[in-house]
């Protein structure tokens, strides 16, 4: 039976985290956890069972900077080194919840096993100009440095050659989630070990989450079997929220429970999302209904 480890990075929402938990667990899964070390753990004490492991040794995570990736890669040698072998790890920030049953999850994994879920494409994209990786970001680890290079940058003067700096890769970015095969994350480990310079380089990139693991897996073998991920989310105009989706309302769960399977069709393809994003402890009203329509829908994946 496939196995599936859920990584998760957050800092709030501890009572979503709780449900979402409950909702996906299952004898073929485990949860491994990182809450900002920023963020109080004892606001998720309510979060225990034998399939949940909290990292014992988190960092603190910033908005848009590297220590996003070294969280995330914290989750995964975890999962990795645990005494289970997972099949496919799944990210989720601490703020999505399933659109679907724990086993028909994983009957869609299985079904699909092979093919990885991330949502990319080649820079330039939407969103995503070459200027965003030309430009040099400090960290906040480096205050003096970071206000000077955001200075210079203002003024076009904080450049670099990312064709210099990644020796010949490809950049790719998109969207942070993902659900990859363990040969993926495998592969991302190995790769970053023979390749230092392309952590370096993402070390000093904005928003290095949505570039850094698609970059890799985009100039590799497995670029073939890339798919777009399995997240529900909807993104408004930069000018009206540039740090985040819009949050889930009852209108998007009117919509999820209209259809079957909930369905995206994007600059990343078509596919069926199995997680909507962005719920929060404050809506969990909208987790009730979530829950209806999901016991509704049942377990069983149809055969397109």
């Known amino acids: 039976m496939l196995k599936v480890a859920y990584l998760v990075f957050a800092y709030k929402n501890p009572q979503l985290l709780k449900r979402a938990i409950s909702t996906l667990s299952s004898e073929n899964c485990a949860f491994f956890v990182h809450i900002d070390q920023k963020s109080s753990i004892d606001q998720f004490s309510c979060i225990k069972g034998e399939n949940v492991f909290f990292h014992e040794h988190p960092i603190p995570v910033y908005w848009a900077e590297f220590s996003g990736v070294e969280a995330i890669l914290l989750l995964i ?18 703020s999505e919840y399933p659109l679907r049953s724990a086993e028909y999850i994983h009957e869609f994994l299985e079904r699909n096993c092979g093919l990885e879920f991330i949502s990319m494409l080649k820079v330039p994209a939407p969103g995503k100009p070459i200027s965003r990786f030309d430009t040099l970001r400090f960290t906040s680890d ?46 991302i480990l190995n790769f970053m070990e023979s390749n230092q310079h392309v952590e370096k380089f993402f070390r000093y990139t904005h928003a290095p989450e949505e ?34 989706p819009r949050m889930i309302t009852d209108q998007h769960v009117a919509i999820f429970e209209k259809q079957e399977q909930v369905c995206l069709d994007d600059l990343y393809g078509s596919r069926e999302a199995l997680f909507a994003r962005k719920l929060s402890d404050d809506n969990l009203g909208l987790v009730d209904r979530i829950d209806a329509m999901i016991n509704l829908k049942g377990n069983k994946l149809d055969i397109q």
């Not at 040698?77 to 601490?94: H, I, K, M, N, T």
């Not at 990312?162 to 790719?172: M, S, T, V």
């Open 77 to 94: 040698r975890q999962a990795l080194g645990s005494r289970e072998r997972y099949d496919y790890f799944v990210l989720l920030g601490g």
């Open 142 to 187: 480096m205050p003096i440095r970071r206000f000077i290079y955001r200075v210079l940058a203002k003024l076009g003067l904080a450049k670099r050659d990312h064709r210099k700096d990644l020796g010949g890769l490809e950049l790719y970015s998109g969207i942070t989630w993902w659900a990859l095969s363990i040969n993926a994350c495998e592969y």
């Open 211 to 244: 570039s850094f693991f698609h970059t890799i897996l985009g100039n590799s073998p497995l670029q073939h079997q890339i798919r777009g991920n399995l997240v529900y989310e909807e993104w408004p105009p930069a000018s009206d929220h540039p740090k985040g």
